[in-house]
């Protein structure tokens, strides 16, 4: 959001660009870690068992499905604050750059809000609240006309997005077996992004 407002959009393209990037290389120096599965299997075997357990699992499969509602339907909200802007606003970049920032400010502070809990404490009620809570924030995004409640909100639905996409894969990270942790987490990350483009082709759709 900064680097849009102070460079325009290619800045913010090349910064996610280069984000992307330092990611790839952080990845590439992990150490390999060896299978636990005690087997070789072909990538489709490993696919069709892990589709398997997940949504065999009895606490997984609701996870995978609230998560899949969360993705498709308000996870999107980021790709359209630009129309939000200039529909509610007549604004441009800089108040779009504004309500990304301050969402992106919700969910750092979220992020550490998590990472203050004791791990005793079950984190299913945070993705159930933080579900209800987002999905009320933004309707009331949707009709307010006043900018500067429109980044409390933003603010908030940040806060929302990255406690439940957290808690959720923390969840399913902790309830997976070892021999299978990888493929559900995997699972989690295809409906994160697969969800989302979804989600913004369809809401652009009935827009």
């Given at each position: 959001?900064v ?7 290619s800045?913010?393209f ?5 984000c ?12 390999a ?11 489709a ?5 892990g ?17 899949l509602?969360?993705?498709t ?45 004791t ?42 997005m ?10 399913v ?8 942790r990888?493929r ?10 697969a ?13």
């Amino acid at each position: 959001g900064v680097a849009v407002a102070a460079g325009g959009v290619s800045a913010g393209f090349a910064l996610a660009a280069l984000c992307t990037v330092l990611f790839l290389l952080s990845l590439a120096a992990l150490p390999a870690v060896p299978g636990v599965s005690g087997r070789d299997e072909s990538f489709a075997e490993q696919m069709a068992d892990g589709l398997r357990y997940t949504f065999g699992h009895p606490l997984l499969k609701v996870l995978m499905a609230l998560h899949l509602a969360s993705a498709t339907l308000a996870r999107p909200f980021l790709d359209f604050v630009p129309a939000l802007v200039a529909t509610l606003f007549a604004g441009g970049a800089a108040q779009a750059a504004a309500i990304t920032s301050s969402s992106g400010l919700g969910a750092v502070v979220g992020g550490l809000w998590l990472a203050q809990r004791t791990p005793q404490r079950t984190l299913l009620p945070v993705v159930l609240g933080a579900m209800l809570l987002l999905g009320l924030v933004l309707i009331a995004l949707a009709w307010n006309p006043w900018f500067p409640l429109s980044l409390v909100l933003a603010f908030v639905a940040g806060f929302c997005m990255i406690s439940r996409a957290v808690a959720i894969q923390t969840l399913v990270q902790s309830k997976a077996e070892a021999a299978m942790r990888g493929r559900a987490v995997s699972f989690y990350g295809l409906i994160l992004n697969a969800g989302s483009i979804f989600g913004a082709l369809l809401i652009g759709f009935l827009a």
